[in-house]
Structure formats: structure tokens, C-alpha cells
């Protein structure tokens, strides 16, 4: 699916309504801001007198820019590697926690988290169900719905935000999510398998946090071998 465009064009604000353009505006210091849809400056005539009057028409994409998360997994793992991320397996990381006082950091949905997750760990979801009613959201609502999906997800935007407040820069972290995930090559993965704790331990690591682990084999595999659970519910009582 295409994204809409729009265009963007800056001019006084008596100038609009002389050029009988239909726009959103908003005002800056005495400028309108006008966007269109890039159909409605197609027609070389409007072209032409947006032209004369000395305007100059830009175009952008209603999709955001792409952020820290959405870069390509081979720059991610370089990253990753270079700050010394160490992956352990789930035995390991019990270990840690128990004698080393590392911090479970759980970025499943809340949902996921609230069913069973390791003790005393703390949830900040690194992926969220959309929120937001903007017109680009709703383009991805209904891509989502195209293939059957109804609860599509996005970054959380707050994410590093919330873990900062409940862990300090030093904190010994250890990210979970439920596949995992690797950092290690294979014959048929020669960069590893990206996951949720290994985009959210990159997101950390840009932000200054430094000692930062991940766990191999993900909470899948913690909880296959059976060590401790605990619901929301039973975490309360």
C-alpha cells in the first residue's frame, strides 16, 4: 500500500486565499503553512501560480521518519557487539538475578506479562497496540486488517522514557522478550535472528545504559524449563 503524500508550501497569509487554494493552515509569525494533497498541485496551472509568485513546493510522505528501532538489524548487531552485549541462557540469567542483582527487563506486551513472567521483574513493553487516530495510523490499521491482524502494533514511543524511570544508567539489565532471538551466526542466519529484547537492548545501549544482557532463547525457553512464574495476580497477593 502507497503512502498518501502531501505538500507542503509557505506563504504570507493574505496570499492563500488569492491562490483559491483548498489547505489546512496554520499560522507562523504572520506565514501560512499550507498543506495539499499532492493531487491538487498536479495541474500545471496551479503549478504555474505558485510559480509567480515566487513559491517553492515540497513534498513529504505521511509516514514518519524512521527511528532508532526500525534500523537495519546488521547496524543493530554491530552495535550490539561493540558495546559488549552478552547474551546468556536462562539458567545463567536466574543465576544473575539471584546472586548478581540483575534486573529482569520484560519488553512483552503488558498482557503477555501480566499471564506468567520471571519474579520480580519489570515490564516496559517495547511494542504497543496503535493508539493514535492520525491518518497514517489509520492507513495501518487497515493494512493490518487487510491480512486479518486487528490488534497491529507500534513502537512505544516511551519506552526508553519508562525505564529510565525505574533504572538507572548502571543498572545490570537483562532483556527478555518471548523467542529471544540471537545474536550468534548460523549456516542459514550468518548475522544471527533479530527479537524484541534485541532491539530494545540497542535502544538501551544508545542511551547510555551500559550493562546490558540478553537473554538467549527468550522467556520461551525460561519458562520450558520450568524455573520460577508467577502471574500478576499471585506477584500481588
Known sequence: ??????????????????????????????????????????????????????????????????????????????????????????????????????VILDVRPEAEFKEAHPPGAINVQIYRLIKEWTAWDIARRAAFAFFGIFAGTEENPEFIQSVESQLDKKAKIIVACAAGGTMRPTQNLPEGQQSRSLIAAYLLVLNGYTNVFHLEGGLYAWFKEGLPAVSEEEEEE
Open 1 to 102: 500500500m502507497a503512502a498518501a503524500s502531501l505538500t507542503s508550501i509557505t506563504l504570507h497569509s493574505s496570499a492563500s486565499s488569492a491562490l483559491g487554494l483548498a489547505s489546512k493552515q496554520c499560522q507562523h509569525n504572520n506565514h501560512t503553512c499550507c498543506w495539499l494533497t499532492e493531487r491538487s498541485v498536479r495541474s500545471s496551472s496551479t503549478r504555474q501560480r505558485l510559480s509567480s509568485r515566487g513559491l517553492k513546493i515540497r513534498s513529504a510522505a505521511t509516514k514518519q521518519v524512521k527511528s532508532p528501532a526500525e534500523e537495519d538489524w546488521k547496524t543493530k548487531r554491530e552495535v550490539l557487539l561493540q558495546n559488549k552485549v552478552r547474551s546468556v541462557d536462562v539458567k545463567e540469567a536466574l543465576r544473575l538475578q539471584k546472586e548478581n542483582k540483575f
